[in-house]
C-alpha cells in the first residue's frame, strides 16, 4: 500500500514526472522531509505520553519506515546508480560535484544504519503506552540524528549537485536518467495501474 501511494503523485500535473528526472528527485527530497517530520512529531507525542494517540502515531512512524525501506532505497540507487555515475563520467565538467558525492555516498550508508537502527527499536517498541523513557528517548535521538543527517545532505543535492548536473549532462543522458528511474518502479507502476483501472471497472 505505501509503495503504491509513494508514486501516486508521480503522473498528476503538477508534479515533475520521469521526463524531468532531477525535478522528480527534488519531489521525492520533499516526500522525504514530510517523512522526517511525521517521525519527529511522533517521537513528541510519544515523549509527551498521550496514550490516545498511540494508534494513529504508531501508524505514523510504520509509513515513515516503509517509506524509507522502499521508496527511500530506489531513491538512493537513483542517485548512486544512476545519476552520480553519469556525473563522474564527465570528469573535469563537473569536478565541482566529485567531492560532494563521495560525502553524500557516505552520508547514504551513515542513513542506512540509522534507519536500521529505527527499524529495530520499532520492532520492540510496545505499543500500548508502556515503553520506558530510555526507549522513547533513544527513538528521539535516532530521529534527531537522522533528521541532521539528511537536512543538509538534502539541500547540498538539490542546490549544488543537481544544478551542475543539468547544466553539464546532454539531454541524452538526462532522458537515460529518468528511464532507469521508471524501470526501478515499474513493478510498483504496474501495481498502481492495475489498482487504477479495477477502480475504473468498478465505477463503469
Ligand atoms: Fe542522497
Ligand atoms: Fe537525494
Known sequence: MTTISSVLTINQPHIPDFTNPLGLLVHCHERIEAQLSALERAGEILRAGDTQSLPRVFAAIDGACAHFAIPGVKHTEDEEVSLFPRLRE?????????????????????????HAEIDELV??????????AKELDRFNELVAELTTLYRPHILLENNFV???????????????????????????????????????GRMV
Open 162 to 200: 543537481f544544478p551542475i548536473a543539468s547544466e553539464v549532462l546532454p539531454a541524452s543522458e538526462i532522458q537515460a536518467l529518468g528511464e532507469e528511474m521508471r524501470a526501478r518502479r515499474k513493478d510498483i507502476l504496474q501495481k498502481l495501474e492495475a489498482s487504477r483501472s479495477a477502480q475504473a
Open 123 to 132: 520492532g520492540i517498541l510496545p505499543r500500548d503506552g508502556s515503553a520506558e
Open 90 to 114: 564527465r570528469g573535469g565538467t563537473a569536478r565541482d560535484a566529485l567531492a560532494a558525492m563521495t560525502e553524500l555516498e557516505s552520508q547514504h550508508r551513515r542513513g542506512e544504519q540509522l
